[in-house]
């Protein structure tokens, strides 16, 4: 689980995606916003209802997200705030499929920051 102090609070949410930069990805796309005040990294995950009805499914890929993002938190500035926005055809991937794309975005995220 990711701890809560990590996550982007709903409060917050809005003001980090309105000024924030968008980086488009062909199965992820992040917001990100540097903001030298802020101490450790946070983060969301965003998945749209529509493309996928089941809950458990959408449940189980935001999970898997979640747990990659926090695996790879150490290669990421402590002052970032990432909002990660999943693509419908990001639902059919494996574990480590899904693993190797995020750290390959969050990447080239790093490098342009």
Same mark, same amino acid.
């Given at each position: 689980?990711?701890?809560? &102090?990590?996550?982007?609070? !709903? ?11 968008? @980086? ?6 992040? !917001? ?11 983060f969301? +995950? ?9 809950? =458990? @499914?959408?449940?189980? %890929?935001?999970?898997?997200a979640?747990?990659? @993002? !926090? ?16 693509? &419908?055809?990001? =639902?059919?991937l ?6 190797? %794309? +995020?750290?390959?975005? @969050? &990447? ?6």
């Amino acid at each position: 689980m990711v701890p809560k &102090k990590q996550k982007i609070s !709903r409060r917050d949410f809005g003001a980090v995606y309105k000024k924030s930069r968008l @980086l488009s990805f062909p199965l992820a796309s992040f !917001r990100v916003l540097s903001d030298p005040k802020q101490k450790e990294i946070h983060f969301a +995950v965003v998945l749209p209802g529509k493309w996928q009805k089941q809950k =458990a @499914l959408r449940n189980k %890929t935001k999970r898997r997200a979640l747990v990659i @993002l !926090r695996q790879v938190l150490s290669q990421l500035p402590p002052n970032l705030s990432v909002i990660c926005f999943l693509k &419908k055809e990001i =639902a059919g991937l494996s574990f480590s499929e899904l693993k190797d %794309t +995020v750290q390959n975005y @969050l &990447k080239a995220t790093n490098d342009r920051n």
